[in-house]
């Protein structure tokens, strides 16, 4: 018998979106922009520059609080916990976020599980 693949809660998406968001804009402002400084000050990319990374730093501060619903049993769960790291078999010692990375072997955390139904869900 086949297993099943874990669920997903994309909970990597929001950040990986996010990230390409940024580079595409960076891309169109430099790639739209004039040869002159002096010109490039002036237009609206470059205008909108500094409003857009700090509304993009500002959702990613945002994003990694909200928390995510178990695709078993559909209930929330904390994006924040002592996490266990199945990389280096160690606790991470105080509460971190699911996005980041171990303390100890500095991997990301590809799954986690429901603190309701105890089942395994990818992130």
């Keep these: 018998m086949e297993e ?4 997903s809660v994309f909970f990597h998406f929001r950040f990986k979106f996010l990230a390409i968001t940024a580079i595409f804009f960076l891309l169109w402002v430099i790639l739209s922009g004039s040869a002159e400084f002096d010109q490039f000050a002036t237009t609206l990319q470059f205008k909108l520059l ?7 730093g500002i959702f990613y501060l945002v994003f990694r609080k909200v928390p995510i619903k178990c695709p078993n049993c559909d209930k929330f769960i904390s994006t924040r916990k002592n996490w ?12 971190r976020y699911l996005s980041d990375k171990c303390v100890h072997c500095k991997q990301m955390l590809a799954t986690s599980f429901c603190d ?8």
């Design 84 to 95: 266990h790291c199945p990389n280096c078999d160690k606790m991470q010692g105080k509460e």
């Design 50 to 56: 500094g409003p857009f990374f700090i509304g993009s």
């Design 116 to 123: 309701h139904c105890k089942k395994e869900f990818r992130l």
């Design 4 to 7: 099943k693949p874990l669920k």
